[in-house]
């Protein structure tokens, strides 16, 4: 079920929105970032955990969102790490919007959800030392204000919560210059530890320095272009349901945004717009 990018990697990825769990399986802890999605997916993952015998077992969140909190409670005994701000996050919409989709489809959880309770959180940086490899995290707002990325070290890899996928351009729920710093700092990370791989929230691997490049810099493109035509026209003293007009024409990797994603980037105009009115 699982693939393996590298020995001890392990990525299950979900049926539904090709969302990414990981399992670094290591001797001094078991590390399992954003178990998900449907029930009998995460039971997958955690026979997977249980089978492989470490003390300690620790689940990453590498945000708030439901869609990547949804399966710690098959974890026992799992130790729960994330950046602090997830402590302040809106629960409630995130439970919202799980019970929307679980009626919907009629999923039966066999664990009444509950909000996850956090053992571990960190404000700007987070070391885990394993055998032979070290993971550090990174706050990283934008997508969320309490994003964070992770690198591995030795494995020369970034697993990079919603950022960087190939499915879909930047969704900016919480801060569009957050956003873009937290590009620029995925860039500065790829450089520094000679990252070869990036394992996004959703969506396919990039491997290698080309693919991850294009990915970053696809990303920055979207939303610089989207600030700076905001800007202009801002200044040029459009109507604001004039300024949406014009930016919902904008490109993504030179093709037009339509169906199903011009809602998300409606929201990201949006969010310009109430930024550029906050100066
Ligand atoms: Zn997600």
Redesign the pocket.
Known sequence: MPYQILRDINIFQSSV?Q?NAVVITNEAANIIIDPCYFPVEIQIIADFVNRRKSFNKLIIFT?S?F??VIGYQYFKGAKLLAQEEMKFCDASLQLAQLKEIDQTYYIKRRFPFVYPELDITFETTQHIHLKDDELILFHAPGHTADSCIIISKEKRIMFA??YLSDLEFPFVYFNIQAYQRSLELARKLVADYEIEYIVP??GEVAAGQTEILTRIENDKAYLSEMVEKAEDLFIQGLQEHEIMEVLKGLKYRDEPITGSMLRMHSENIKMVLKELKSF
Do not use: S
Request: net charge negative; hydrophobic share 10%; glycine share 20%.
């Open positions: 929105w969302t945000h969102d869609d990547h919560g919603d929230g959703h």
